[in-house]
Structures are given as C-alpha cells and as structure tokens.
C-alpha cells in the first residue's frame, strides 16, 4: 500500500488548518500584548507563546502525516483531543460560533486519523521500490 490514501491528505489538512489558527491566534494575542492592549500581559504573554508552539507542534504533525512519519499519529491524536475541551470551554463561554467548527474539526480530524486505511499507511513496510519521501 504505497499510494496515500485520501483519509491522510484529509487529517494533515485539518491538523494544518488548526496549526495556522493557532499561529493567527497566537501572532494576534502577541500583537495585542505588544501595543499595550492586553488586560493582564503576562497572561497574554503565556498565552501567546502556548499558542505558538502548539500551531508549530500541529503543523509538524500535519507534516509526518503527509510524510508517513507513524510517529506523527499519537501526537495527531492527543492534539485533536485537547481541542475537545476548549471547544466545550468556549460553548459554555456562549462562544458558538467557534466552539462549533473547533468541535467538529476535531472530531473528523480525530476519526480520520484513527480511521484503518490512515493506520495501514502509517504502519507500512516500505515496498522494494518506494523512494524515500523527501
């Protein structure tokens, strides 16, 4: 099984999605505390740098995805299940119009990580002939 299946382009490019929210919201916040906007700054300052190195670290996933990488799956995994309780924080916080999609999101991504055509392709044998993916 050598070609990527459709369910591995699917969950990297939900995981990448959510990456480049998080940097967004994380360059957002660090723009707010700089200009003196921000109610408690070393709250935001946590945040912000919380905020970057998760939109790194589902970045990096959504890339082992792509590469095959079976390393990439658990933290795939663990990402989309700390998206779950933020996603409910921010419906009880009457924020639905982000809990929603957050919620969503993580649950497809979720499934189609954990779906067997993603798990065959991550846990192949390399076949005589694949190259390497760069």
Do not use: N
């Amino acid at each position: 099984m050598s070609k990527r299946p459709a369910t591995v382009y699917a969950a990297a490019a939900l995981e990448g999605a959510e990456g480049l929210a998080a940097l967004g919201f994380g360059a957002f916040v660090g723009i707010e505390t700089a200009v003196g906007a921000a109610v408690d700054p070393p709250s935001a300052i946590g945040v912000t740098v919380l905020a970057l190195i998760g939109a790194v670290a589902m970045l990096a996933c959504a890339r082992g995805l792509l590469r095959g990488a079976p390393g990439s799956r658990a933290p795939t995994v663990v990402t989309q299940l700390f998206s779950l309780p933020v996603a409910w924080s921010l419906w009880q916080s009457d924020r639905p119009w982000i809990a929603v999609p957050l919620g969503a999101v993580a649950i497809v991504a979720l499934l189609l990580t954990l779906s067997p055509p993603t798990t065959a392709w991550l846990a192949r044998e390399d076949e005589p002939g694949d190259a390497p993916v760069p």
